[in-house]
């Protein structure tokens, strides 16, 4: 029998877990002589509060829905990829090859274009960390995180060497020519005549970012491949039982995970800055780790959570510009949930458990 | 009468919903070996661990020579004079006999003086209970029947008077576990208390003087061993009358389907665990491989199940598979129409995690009837389960439940439905009983004769010998990782398959 209904466990411990890390949040805003009503406001109106917030918002949120998804479907192998970051950064370059070398004639075929480059630039990025663990055992984690500052050098390199136009003192690319620029959030809602903050980043990605998410469910829980995946994830000696090759899985499942976090790009690189900056990921691959934890590795968990996120990283943008709440707090406050949501996710599932099981004992 | 040396009474334990122990109440004679039989989860480990201070009991007493005492912990339980000798050994193997038995009971902070006086201790120790181990004999380097000896000594070192074994025979030849019965009746002969948890009908039968039996977690019946027989056992531990013997006709063999020749397996430490096994297996036959644990029998499994990789030849229906390329795995296995019930339900014939239907696709979920084009065909699955489910009497009967919500007889259903379901023309079979309750072993062996009736050539893999002597036509003994030899179960018996599973050659003897 399992220890307490479904419901608790999905809905009821992420809310417990918000609320904690809230509190928390709350008083170290009042140790540092803020008042965090007052803050709480603020975030909420930043974050929420208006088309332009929103747009804010479900930018960062498509960038942590592809990170997400991409931690999400290694975990489901039980490979802990940490390198969304790196592959990123690389799936950045696919877009701007993408971008930059191919005349596409509209917005519509470039968005494939470069979601096949990014896709395969950051799937490639994890095929060497992938194999290095299926055949030498090399850990994952060590590796994918080796892999980030290689990917972070090989962008500072090419783009400083080789990408960059002639002349230019910046280390980035060359703006996006005209077709590639994906419509806004603006552009795409005044079609049907609905006002929307036209100066916001939001953009069409986040439409693929959530096709991304219907397809990421399918994968795992409706394919051969996603059955083959989550039986490895729970028992390698299982999977040598049935004839699954673990080599083939870990090497399948990275690589998918890689292309998930190089998919991004498609929203930031080409949606938003329509070039390749440096760091143009801005630690939205570590993020996706948070998100995929707190999203219990669901495509559904994961979009919520990457909301959450998003509405996090916006709210405490406006935090710090109009409190003056030193940009550190807003992390410390973007720590706290991470911490609660992620790492004390068993403290609060083993004392809630109890509970139900004292409900239940009561009741019986 | 004398008092009892041990008394229980009205011990209740709750593991949140699940009763372990219901107001369980043992009277144990000084000076005797009793007996405490019951299926897997009966509550047998709960309360003996309650009893070694591992649980705290949530109501009840417990009595040592007509003292009540409270046992918080195992310090306290050997200081009331409990020894314990688990089923997995709790010994640091790299340390000596000596080093083990001092470990936490040194007497002061330099070693020297501990060892000297435990020196001494053993050697009297040896001399009154026949215990003779080498002292300064390095734990890994000796066999398991002495590793238990000294189990028995560190209790005995440390003053134990109330013995407790669980399942102590699990690991041990016929032979060894005659030894230790030996043993046993000596130290009852020196006033020693011994309490024997066993799921074995046949060892309580051997050497217990009283027998209590338990069934969910409730304290059946006590009864005087002499008074009892091993059917009556078998119904007080499972609540019905149980069939101890397979039923089947003799066999008639066809050709051979599955040969074996000279097959060797080297493992990841470069150990040889194969040492040219070579053997047959017809249709319409089971030809079971007795052998103590890790003679080889894993490997072998493992290898014709397509686990692992290995040299030498084996043919199925005359033509010979590959055991090391790439195509050799548990999916071209099957291709060929081998199935394979492992060993180890829980880490290899089942995810845990997956639901019941999930499950039932594990290494099938290739074939045609579970897939759609691209997608797998849940629904189909799911009705297939629920028609395996019905079939095999698995209970409850519910495809959405995980496996692991399942008992372990279930589970085994379980794979035991999903292989043999898929008309296989070879099974493989590892520990088809193992932790397995007598009513759902009686349902299990009875699919594995009919399989064998409609055919198939089955090779049958189990450490519990009167498993192979019941469901065999053919009975090949490992030790060693070689073949010691074939014997046919109607011509031999215990003791000669026990020699052979020692090592040593029966015909010679």
Redesign the interface.
């Known amino acids: 029998?399992?220890?307490m209904p479904k419901w608790a466990d999905v809905v009821l411990i992420p809310l417990i877990s918000l609320f904690l890390a809230a509190l928390g949040a709350g008083a170290v805003l009042m140790a540092t002589g803020h008042d965090p009503i007052a803050a709480l406001g603020v975030m909420i109106e930043g974050g929420m509060g208006s088309s332009r917030a929103w747009g804010y918002t479900l930018y960062y949120a498509t960038n942590f829905i592809f990170t997400g998804l991409a931690v999400a479907v290694a975990i489901h192998a039980r490979l802990f990829n940490i390198g969304a970051e790196g592959q990123a950064l690389l799936g950045g370059v696919g877009v701007a090859v993408a971008c930059l070398q191919i005349p596409w004639p509209h917005w519509s075929l470039a968005v494939l274009g470069a979601l096949v480059f990014a896709g395969l630039f950051g799937g490639l990025w994890a095929i060497v960390p992938a194999w290095l663990q299926a055949k030498r055992g090399s850990h994952i984690v060590i590796t994918t995180i080796m892999f980030n500052f290689i990917a972070a050098a090989l962008l500072n390199f090419l783009l400083v060497e080789v990408m960059k136009p002639a002349g230019v003192m910046e280390p980035a690319t060359a703006s996006f020519p005209e077709a590639t620029h994906l419509p806004s959030f603006a552009d795409m809602l005044g079609v049907f005549g609905i006002p929307f903050a036209s100066d916001a980043p939001a953009n069409f990605a986040f439409i693929l970012a959530v096709i991304a998410c219907v397809l990421v469910w399918?994968l795992i829980w409706?394919?051969?491949l996603g059955?083959?995946i989550?039986?490895f994830g729970?028992?390698e000696?299982?999977a040598?039982?049935?004839?699954?090759?673990g080599v083939k899985i870990i090497v399948i499942a990275m690589v998918i995970s890689g292309a998930l976090a190089g998919m991004m790009s498609v929203n930031n690189v080409m949606g938003e800055a329509e070039r390749l900056v440096l760091n143009s990921s801005e630690g939205a691959g570590f993020i996706g780790i948070a998100v995929a934890l707190m999203g219990r590795n669901h495509p559904m968990g994961v979009f919520l959570a990457a909301v959450l996120f998003g509405f996090l990283y916006q709210g405490g943008a406006q935090l710090s510009f109009q409190l003056q709440i030193p940009r550190e707090m807003v992390t410390v406050i973007q720590a706290l949930v991470i911490l609660f949501t992620g790492a004390l996710d068993q403290m609060i599932r083993g004392t809630l458990e109890r509970a139900f099981?004292a409900a239940?004992?009561w009741r019986? | 009468m004398t008092d009892p040396v041990l008394e229980l009474s009205g011990i209740s334990k709750a593991f949140g919903p699940v009763q372990a122990n219901k107001n369980i109440s043992l009277r144990v004679m000084p000076g005797t070996i009793h007996g405490i039989i019951g299926e897997n989860g009966a509550g047998k480990s709960t309360l003996m661990s309650i009893l070694y201070g591992f649980y705290k009991a949530d109501s009840g007493t417990i009595r040592i020579k007509g003292r009540e005492i409270q046992i918080a912990d195992s310090q306290a339980a050997i200081a009331a004079g409990i020894g314990m000798v688990f089923q997995h050994f709790k010994l640091v193997e790299n340390f000596t006999v000596l080093e083990n038995v001092v470990l936490g009971a040194e007497d002061g902070r330099l070693l020297r003086p501990s060892l000297a006086k435990a020196r001494a201790e053993l050697k009297a120790l040896a001399e009154d209970y026949g215990l003779n181990v080498d002292p300064d004999a390095i734990i890994e380097e000796i066999g398991v029947g002495m590793q238990q000896r000294v189990e028995i000594l560190k209790a005995l070192y440390r003053r134990a008077e109330i013995l407790i074994l669980d399942e102590p025979t699990g690991v041990l030849t016929p032979a060894e576990a005659d030894q230790l019965f030996r043993i046993l009746a000596r130290l009852r002969e020196e006033g020693k208390t011994v309490i024997l948890i066993t799921h074995k009908l046949r060892e309580i039968m051997e050497i217990t003087d009283t027998v209590s039996v338990m069934r969910r977690g409730e304290m059946t019946a006590t009864v005087k061993t002499p008074d009892t027989s091993p059917e009556h056992l078998a119904e007080l531990m499972v609540g019905r009358k149980v069939l101890l013997q397979v039923d089947k006709v003799p066999a008639t063999p066809g050709k051979a389907m599955l040969e074996v020749e000279n097959l060797k397996v080297t493992d990841s430490k470069g150990v040889e665990r194969l040492k040219g096994v070579s053997l047959e297996v017809r249709a319409g036959e089971i030809l079971g491989i007795a052998g103590v644990a890790g003679n080889g029998q894993s490997e072998l499994l493992e290898v014709l199940g397509g686990m692992r990789a290995g040299r030498g030849k084996v043919r199925v229906e005359g033509a010979e598979i590959d055991l090391t390329g790439r195509n050799s795995n548990g999916q071209t296995r099957r291709a060929r129409g081998i199935a394979h019930v492992p060993e180890d339900r829980q880490r290899e014939g089942l995810i845990m995690d997956f639901f019941a239907w999930e499950n039932v696709a594990f290494g099938y979920h290739h074939s045609a009837a579970y897939n759609r084009g691209l997608f797998m065909d849940n629904a189909a699955l799911q009705a297939d389960t629920t028609a395996k489910m019905e079939r095999f009497d698995v209970r409850p009967p519910n495809p959405w439940l995980t496996a692991k919500n399942f008992s372990g007889g279930n589970q085994q259903k379980i794979v035991v439905a999903r292989e043999i379901e898929q008309g296989p023309k070879i099974l493989l079979v590892g520990q088809p009983t193992r932790g397995v309750d007598i009513g759902a072993i009686e349902f299990i062996h009875k699919q594995i004769v009919t399989l064998r009736d409609q055919g198939a050539a089955i090779l049958l893999v189990s450490v519990e010998l009167d498993e192979i002597m019941s469901l065999s036509d053919r009975i090949a003994v490992m030790f060693d990782g070689r073949i010691m030899g074939e014997r046919m179960p109607q011509d031999t018996t215990v003791q000669e398959l026990g020699l052979l599973m020692a090592g040593m050659n029966g015909k010679a003897a």
Request: net charge positive; hydrophobic share 30%; aromatic share 8%.
């Open positions: 029998m399992d220890k399918l409706r394919t051969r059955y083959e989550r039986a729970h028992s000696t299982g040598r039982y049935a004839g699954i090759s099981l239940r004992k019986a």
